[in-house]
Each structure stands twice: as C-alpha cells, then as structure tokens.
C-alpha cells in the first residue's frame, strides 16, 4: 500500500499562489495518474487536476489556466502550482494515485485563501 504525505497548504490572500506538494513511498511512475481532489466544507470532493503516466494532464474547469500540475518521478513527488487563488479555492486538498481501479489518497492539506 503506498503511502502518501502532502505539504504546503496554508492560509493566503486572495490572488496568491501556494505549491502543493504530495511524496509517494512508491515509484510515482508506476501508478497509471496521480492528481489532487479536493473537498470544501458543505461541499462534494471534486477532482482538480491529474497527471497520467506519460505526462498528459486534466483539469477542473474552474482551475484551468491558474493551476499547474507536475510531477518529479525521479523524487516521487507530485505537484500542484496555484496561481491566482480565489477565496472559493479554499478546501482540504488530496493527492492520490491510481492503478487500474485501485486508488490511494493522502490525508490532504488544508488551503485557505483570505483577506
């Protein structure tokens, strides 16, 4: 079972940016996509971005052109640049991978985007 811990959330102002980021105990290669869900309070997880393993890329579209999904396979790690943060980014964020239907989730970052 891999596991995975994310970092980088936190509080910022409304038009900022924050990199989240997710480190696999596993090969990140090995997992068919790995993205970042996310869950607002009151609200249902939706899915925010994902990354297959040759490097094609999805986005929600109410993040497309702000946020930025990569990953490092060489450090197992897998990012999510956020530009241009509005306050209805505010969530717990998750990374997960998946391999055919089996899929693992961290235990997320919490974002808040604030004046």
């Known amino acids: 079972q891999v596991q995975l811990v994310e970092s980088g959330g936190g509080l910022v102002q409304p038009g900022g940016a924050l990199r989240l980021s997710c480190a696999a105990s596993?090969?990140?290669?090995?997992?068919?996509?790995s993205g970042w869900d996310r869950q607002a309070p009151g609200k249902q997880r939706e899915l925010v971005a994902s990354?297959?393993?040759?490097?094609?890329?999805n986005y929600a579209d109410n993040v497309k052109g702000r946020f930025t999904i990569s990953s490092d396979n060489a450090k197992n790690l897998v990012y999510l640049q956020m530009n241009s943060l509005k306050p209805e980014d505010t969530a717990v964020y998750y990374c997960?991978?998946?391999?055919?239907?089996?899929?693992?989730w961290g235990q997320g970052t919490q974002v808040t985007v604030s004046s």
């Open positions: 596993g090969s990140i290669s090995s997992f068919d996509v």
């Open positions: 990354i297959a393993r040759g490097g094609s890329t």
């Open positions: 997960y991978v998946r391999r055919w239907s089996q899929f693992s």
